[in-house]
């Protein structure tokens, strides 16, 4: 089943890096992202949340996995 992981560097309830390092050592096939600007739930499309660069780049790299599924 395809998988693709996005995280935000700023999400306060997340640390990015270390679901980052668990993932990898668990399923080293998935792709993890971390965005450096973004906090959780950037694509959620309240101001305070969202990240227009971020929410981009993370729509097109998920929308790549599932054009290879």
Same mark, same amino acid.
């Given at each position: 089943?395809?998988?693709?992981? +996005?995280? *935000? @560097?700023?999400?306060?309830?997340?640390?990015?890096?270390?679901?980052? !390092? !668990?993932? /990898?050592?668990?399923?080293?096939? =998935?792709? =993890?992202?971390?965005?450096?600007?973004? *906090?959780?739930? %950037?694509?959620?499309? $309240?101001?305070?949340? +969202? #990240? /227009? !660069? #971020?929410? $981009?780049?993370? @729509? /097109?790299?998920?929308?790549?996995? %599932?054009?290879? !599924?």
């Amino acid at each position: 089943m395809p998988t693709v992981v +996005h995280l *935000g @560097r700023l999400d306060a309830g997340i640390p990015a890096d270390t679901v980052k !390092a !668990a993932v /990898q050592a668990a399923n080293p096939e =998935v792709p =993890v992202y971390i965005y450096d600007d973004a *906090g959780h739930g %950037f694509n959620n499309e $309240d101001p305070a949340r +969202h #990240s /227009q !660069a #971020s929410a $981009d780049l993370a @729509r /097109q790299r998920t929308l790549e996995l %599932f054009e290879k !599924a």
